[in-house]
């Protein structure tokens, strides 16, 4: 009976997704566990630790729906120990090699590498949705280099930018996280095998010969030493999944801001068959999906601060730290995923409406050139009395009713210094987007320079 909306039937996939629940699905999550176990057995009949026919027994066994699965549901409520029923069904269908059966290994070491297992198939599709991700924001800052909006600061109208460079700033901060990925694996993807204290006392004298050909089969490197109590690649991995939601989380907000009423530059796309409204205003169209992606962040973000405390273990093993780690591990992995595949839906079909960037760009008029002017008086009156001339303009200006050029005109001194000056840009200020196209075209050389080795 699902308690917890991960696993809703009803409201399914409302905080999850079908992929995210697959890998954490708790048949496969066993099979994961069985699969360790097939691969040390596999290595020790290949070293000659165990007798050969044993081994192939093992391997041929150690699959789901061969286990008494009724045994182990029973067993798990007269033992408290996590792995202990698996390995007691697995050895009953091993007879009579069952004894061979999780040899020399302790419950840590299986799952651990069944987490790492995991953590290998989420990477994989991490992977694959920022890639596609990255695609998008590629396709959407070329196609918006120079489309002129008005760049906000302190949450108010400041100067012009384009919709292109604010893309392309998404796109470079989400490329960071696909390095971070990568240099992630490269720690992460780690499996357990060290025994009861990490001596590898029970394993015998060629122990570290099956560590490494055990976690050669199941794709995974081998720890030098074992890290049953160093959790700080769990940490870093819970970290960089709260840096990558809180990415999504950001990119969500932005355009569930530009996308209220008033604003309306950028909308989260209308949902193909379905309604996004209220129960009582049919008129709205409630941004959901970017809501949900903040909301799932901030979650992300308590399940990392859960994975950096699992970090303070105790002696070479304590589950009080282990336990908590095991249990925001899922739901981290399966939120960000979640994350991720809500991003993608927006950025594929988002609205991006030019008119409203434009008439909100000229909402305050020539105040939007201000900085344009502020500059171009500098080397006549220094930026210091150029500031404070504009601004006693600007306010004369908001409370007179006269456009800034009319004011600018009566004023001897400035009609002096603007003489032969263009002022086109009081009337034009989208014109005034610096190098932005520049700087798109400069981060989509990068990236596909990167790319391409």
Known sequence: M???????????????????LAIFDEKNRFQR????????????????????????????????ELLDLDAVRHNYTTNRNSLVPIVNALRQACKPHGDYV???ATTQDAIDTGQALELKAVFSLITRDLRQIEDRLLELAAQHR??????????????PISLGLKVSI???????????????????????????VGTMAALGPQG??????????????????????????????????????????????????????????????????????????????NPVLCQR????????????????????????RDPRALWSEWLAMPQSCIYTLTALDYLKSILFDVEILPERMMANLRLQQEAIASEWLMFTLTPLLGKASAHATISQC????????????????????????????????????????????????????????KRNG
């Open 33 to 64: 566990w069985l699969d360790f176990e097939a691969a040390l057995a596999a290595a020790q009949g290949e070293l000659g630790i165990i007798p050969p026919e044993a081994a192939a027994t093992i391997q041929a066994k150690c699959r789901i």
């Open 102 to 104: 999780h040899h020399g």
């Open 2 to 20: 699902p308690a917890h909306p991960i696993d809703f039937d009803i409201q399914a996939n409302l905080f999850s997704t079908s992929e995210g």
């Open 170 to 196: 998404w796109l470079l901060e989400m490329n960071r996280h696909a390095d971070r990925l990568q240099a992630l694996c490269t720690r992460a993807l780690t499996g357990q095998l060290g025994g009861a």
């Open 208 to 285: 570290r010969e099956i560590a490494a050909l055990t976690m050669a089969k199941l794709g995974l490197r081998a720890s030098t030493a074992p890290w049953h109590t160093s959790r700080d690649n769990s940490a870093e991995t819970g970290s960089f999944f709260a840096m990558l939601t809180s990415s999504a989380a950001k990119i969500a907000n932005e355009i569930f801001q530009l996308g209220k009423t008033e604003v309306m530059e950028l909308r989260e796309p209308a949902p193909a068959g379905k309604t996004a409204g209220s129960s009582t205003m049919p008129h709205k169209r």
């Open 394 to 449: 600007l306010d004369l200006a908001a409370t007179s009713g006269q456009s800034l050029r009319e004011i600018l005109s009566k004023r001897p001194e400035l009609r002096e210094c603007l003489k032969g000056v263009d002022l086109t840009m009081l009337d034009q200020p989208e014109s005034y987007i610096g190098l932005a196209p520049q700087i798109v075209d400069d981060v989509i050389q990068q990236i596909n320079q």
């Open 293 to 316: 992606i903040v909301v799932l962040s901030s979650h992300v973000r308590a399940m990392s601060q859960v994975l950096m405390e699992a970090m303070l273990h105790e002696n070479e």
């Open 146 to 159: 120079a489309l002129p909006m008005i760049g906000r600061t302190h949450s108010q109208q400041a100067i």
